[in-house]
């Protein structure tokens, strides 16, 4: 989901719900305690400089019960963020504390945002022959030229 995605369908909603991939609901007291743009430059493993962007929401399970964070808030720290941190129209991450620091992607259900399991991947995979992953499963040795 992109940025400009989450504050459209913001002013759909009267309360804000973000639900686990499990179906769990993050407890409704929640804060968005960070709102930032992350820029990861890197190599991959065949040799390849990249750089990715991402909008980076940060949810805090807080301890605070007497306050929501509402739509309009909400949209009014997006609009705030993009304007000191010049972000632009970037995918969402999203970071909650479960038994550890957890990052996730952002969809919307019409009603909930689904915080979607992440995964890492090879990204080189012509340069590094790596045979599609349903081919390595159960099977991959030391030898197999695959690690």
């Known amino acids: 989901m992109k940025l400009s995605e989450i504050k459209s369908s913001l002013k ?4 804000i719900a ?3 991939p ?4 993050v407890p409704n007291h ?3 305690t960070e709102i930032g743009k992350i820029t990861k430059n890197f190599i991959d493993c065949g040799g390849t400089v990249r750089k990715e962007e991402v909008v980076n929401f ?5 301890d605070d019960y007497d306050h929501r964070l509402h739509p309009e808030k909400l949209i009014n720290i997006i609009n705030l963020s993009e304007k000191i941190l010049e972000i632009g129209d970037l995918e969402i991450e999203v970071e909650f504390q479960g038994e550890t620091i957890q990052k996730f992607g952002l969809d919307f259900d019409g009603k909930n ?4 399991s992440k995964q890492t991947d090879c990204l080189a995979r012509d340069k590094c022959e790596v045979p599609a992953f349903s081919e390595t499963a ?3 040795s030391p030898s197999s030229g695959c690690c």
């Open 12 to 15: 759909t909603l009267d309360t």
């Open 18 to 20: 973000f639900q686990l």
């Open 22 to 25: 499990n179906g769990e609901l």
């Open 30 to 32: 929640f804060h968005v």
């Open 58 to 62: 940060q949810l805090w399970d807080a």
């Open 113 to 116: 945002y689904l915080l979607t």
């Open 138 to 140: 159960n099977c991959c």
